[in-house]
């Protein structure tokens, strides 16, 4: 009875826990926090939905119970934006599955499709549930480095053959979280012919895919024959700004998705039908919101660049995503991106998150979130001006 459990001690400490504490300590004795740390979307939620969800919540039954799967409705809402926004054609009853928030489908999948033992291809760095939902479904990670697409393709091969037993999946995700670095249909082909060779599926994240700054993320449904061993996750969390909602989806593969849905059938009963319905409305309903939050992200992302560049800490500029992935100055790189950033928001009050929480390859940078209004980002960088110049640091630090 002593001791730790088995899966308690695959999991390492969380590290953005460390930064949250020090966040809600540092509040607690009356500091003003700008928070550029979780990626947790500021703006609201559409009014079309809310109101959606309101008068679905006023309807008899529908506290209920719901459908593990998700109702009709969303499912066939999302095959219908898969095909207006990909040319994606999806079956909605083999094909499409609904999940509470696309973390939570992740992990089930994982936990569906792993057996103990199983070696997992993981991009690093990238977001903990790529490598941590298999590790807690008894697999092996093999953290292959990922800080370019380009890398990330050319180190595959390495990392099969060295990989003992052979790998049995690997994860993909772009827009990327942490590094916000995009691929094109030419990087999806060259993964779905290198699966196919070596008898992998493949996992790809696709969460961010409507917060772009240049060309439309593509999907990786989109190449012919993916979807004889791919799925698809992706979130409303991040597009019409739901987070706490939690809903997500995965698409693709049948055996998976059917895998999927096994798993869910003994776990949940689905999201809160009014919720569900709400989102329909989302998916079906105008995308000037949609291009309104883009805009606003886009202005965020130029406010922080410009400010952080004159403060004397170089950010380079994201194509996708609703974060900036940025080198530590050169001259407190040796802090480490942990210390650094308890650092910073201890004498800077402005919250990162260290690059360390997402993979070994993350060290020595910090994922930035343009989570606050461009007010509070200028305000970042005027204080953050301040904290290097405390240590000697003037001179914009190079990229």
Not at 49 to 62: R, S, V
Not at 151 to 179: D, E, I, R
Not at 274 to 293: F, K, R, T
Request: neutral net charge.
């Amino acid at each position: 009875m002593n001791g730790e459990f088995h899966k308690i001690r695959r999991l390492p400490p969380y590290v953005f826990e460390q930064v949250n504490r020090k966040a809600a300590n540092l509040r607690a004795e009356g500091a003003d926090i700008i928070n550029l740390g979780m990626g947790n979307p500021d703006l609201p939620t559409p009014q079309h939905i809310i109101d959606k969800l309101i008068e679905t919540a006023q309807k008899p039954g529908t506290n209920r119970y719901s459908a593990s799967r998700g109702i009709p409705g969303l499912r066939r809402a999302l095959a219908g934006y898969y095909k207006r926004r990909f040319d994606v054609t999806l079956d909605m009853d083999r094909e499409v599955i609904v999940t509470l928030g696309s973390k939570e489908g992740f992990a089930n999948l994982a936990q569906a499709m792993t057996a103990p033992g199983d070696v997992i291809l993981a991009p690093d760095p990238s977001y903990p549930i790529h490598s941590f939902g298999f590790i807690m479904a008894g697999a092996s990670i093999r953290n292959v480095p990922a800080l370019t697409p380009e890398q990330y393709l050319s180190s595959l091969g390495k990392a099969v053959n060295h990989s003992v037993p052979p790998p049995t999946a690997m994860v993909l995700c772009y827009p990327s979280n942490p590094t916000a670095e995009v691929v094109d249909l030419d990087f999806y082909r060259e993964a779905v012919r290198f699966a196919k060779k070596h008898d992998l599926w493949i996992l790809s994240d696709l969460a961010y895919n409507e917060i772009y700054f240049d060309e439309q993320p593509p999907s990786i449904l989109q190449i012919d024959g993916a979807r004889d061993i791919a799925v698809e996750t992706t979130t409303l969390s991040k597009t019409y700004s739901m987070a706490g909602w939690r809903v997500g989806f995965v698409a693709g593969n049948e055996r998976l998705i059917s895998a999927l849905a096994r798993v869910k059938s003994y776990l949940d009963y689905g999201a809160y039908t009014p919720i569900q319905v709400a989102a329909c409305a989302a998916l079906d309903g105008p995308d000037d919101c949609v291009e309104e939050m883009r805009e606003i992200y886009r202005s965020r992302r130029d406010a922080l660049v410009e400010s952080f560049t004159r403060a004397g800490w170089r950010i380079p500029s994201p194509r996708a995503s609703m974060f900036a992935w940025a080198p530590i100055p050169p001259a407190l790189r040796a802090l480490g991106s942990l210390e650094f950033s308890l650092q910073l928001i201890e004498e800077a009050h402005v919250a990162v998150s260290p690059g360390a929480a997402f993979g070994e390859h993350g060290e020595g940078y910090v994922r930035i979130g343009l989570v606050e209004n461009e007010q509070r980002i200028r305000q970042a960088a005027r204080n953050i001006r301040k904290f290097l110049e405390s240590r000697g640091i003037n001179e914009i630090a190079a990229a």
